[in-house]
């Protein structure tokens, strides 16, 4: 589910901290320099980075493309290889039976197993295609709000990661506590007794 789904999930997001100006070249340099790359030819399992909100397999960042108003759009694209765990099984035993036969022994050490299950996962690894994934992101610079199209705690964790190392800034995640947090003005007795607060069970 993206920004122009009919049914959306996302996380709400308070920016802590500002861009350096020019804010636009430190956006345009930060997406550029951490934009998303292939691995379809290598051995890797996981690739993060940024992408276009309007050509997101073939990011282009120039122009200001990302810019709507006040907002900046663009997309965070995951490429992850999953080798199923029976073709390892498969592919391990053949060549742990070649490894027997060329030895003439019955048994293999534990560093010889080892070392047969990474080779193998390696050679898996440059054959089989990575699966993307895209997750919209939406930024109101002037109101220090970042909204992320998702809720998976894998890829939420993935972006506030990607935009801390861009951006230099850091992000805070929204709900019921930090917005009392940082959105109330609070006493500093209100503000003790929040953090002493501690989640209460409604069910056995």
């Avoid at 930060?30 to 998303?36: I, S, V, Y």
């Avoid at 993060?48 to 122009?63: A, E, N, R, Y």
């Avoid at 694209?77 to 022994?105: C, F, G, H, M, W």
Wanted: hydrophobic content about 40%; charged content about 25%.
């Amino acid at each position: 589910m993206g920004l122009l789904s009919s049914s959306v999930a996302l996380m709400r997001y308070k920016v802590q901290g500002s861009l350096k100006e020019p804010m636009l070249d430190t956006v345009t340099d930060a997406l550029k320099q951490n934009a998303f790359t292939e691995i379809e030819d290598e051995a890797a399992e996981k690739t993060v980075g940024w992408t276009s909100f309007q050509s997101p397999f073939k990011p282009d960042f120039d122009g200001s493309s990302f810019m709507f108003g006040t907002y900046i759009v663009f997309s965070m694209r995951i490429d992850k290889k999953s080798i199923p765990s029976k073709l390892v099984k498969k592919n391990y035993t053949e060549e742990a039976a070649k490894k027997l036969a060329e030895t003439q022994r019955e048994y293999l050490s534990r560093n010889e197993k080892l070392a047969i299950r990474e080779q193998v996962l390696n050679v898996l690894s440059l054959r089989i295609p990575a699966i993307p994934s895209i997750y919209d992101a939406m930024w109101n610079y002037e109101a220090g709000m970042v909204w992320l199209f998702s809720t998976q705690k894998a890829a939420n964790e993935e972006f506030e990661s990607l935009f801390s190392k861009s951006f230099k800034i850091a992000l805070i995640r929204l709900f019921p506590y930090t917005m009392a947090q940082f959105g109330c003005d609070l006493s500093e007795s209100q503000r003790d007794a929040l953090n002493h607060l501690s989640p209460t069970r409604f069910a056995e």
